[in-house]
């Protein structure tokens, strides 16, 4: 049975992190929030990213918590820096689940995430968890679990569940940003949620 509760969502205010909290948000039980855990990413989205967040979360009454931008040299280092300081914070407020909205992908919407992708992040999110936990004793009175729930879905997958889910995906970061990155991301996304919804998004 899937623990109630408050949970921690690992999100950075695009797609996957908002389904996360949507997942989260349908196990919510008990008189303390669900957190939305922003994790910059550094670069010039960043305030674009962290307003999506901070929308998301109030329209799924989450408390919303920013991470530092983690500053590993690749990015395998700075995945673990991220999910440790987030295993240890979760251990502090006794909160024992946390949901990471990692989403992989693939070259084409219905193609599946690159398999040796797929083990290391999982691999890493389950040695993370169980070597933050050995701090328990210290910070906290129990351990912590890190899911990730979504890892493995193609993007048509994700985009079918946004919609099942009723995610808002109005906000999403690259709505209503002009960037680069953002063009990228609606290219990804936008036709995927239009199909999956039977009308225009945004």
Not at 6 to 19: A, M, T, Y
Not at 54 to 80: I, K, N
Not at 148 to 160: G, H, V
Request: hydrophobic share 40%; charged share 25%.
């Amino acid at each position: 049975m899937p623990e109630s509760g408050p949970h921690i969502v690992i999100c950075d205010g695009d797609l996957p992190g908002l389904v996360a909290c949507a997942l989260a948000a349908r196990e919510d039980a008990g008189e303390s929030p669900s957190i939305a855990w922003f994790v910059p990413v550094g670069d010039a989205t960043d305030e674009a990213r962290r307003r999506a967040v901070l929308a998301g979360a109030a329209s799924l009454g989450f408390e919303v918590v920013e991470a530092p931008t983690p500053r590993g040299g690749s990015p395998g280092e700075s995945q673990t820096q991220m999910l440790l300081t987030c295993a240890h914070e979760a251990i502090r407020r006794r909160v024992g689940r946390i949901i990471w909205g990692v989403h992989i992908g693939g070259a084409a919407s219905d193609d599946w995430p690159d398999l040796d992708d797929l083990a290391s992040m999982v691999d890493r999110a389950l040695l993370c968890a169980r070597l933050a936990s050995l701090d328990a004793p210290r910070i906290g009175p129990s351990g912590v679990r890190i899911e990730t729930p979504i890892i493995d879905l193609t993007d048509r997958q994700l985009a079918e569940l946004a919609q099942d889910l009723g995610v808002p995906v109005e906000c999403c970061w690259w709505m209503d940003d002009e960037s680069e990155a953002a063009q990228r991301a609606r290219n990804r996304w936008k036709g995927l949620l239009e199909l999956s919804s039977g009308s225009p998004t945004g």
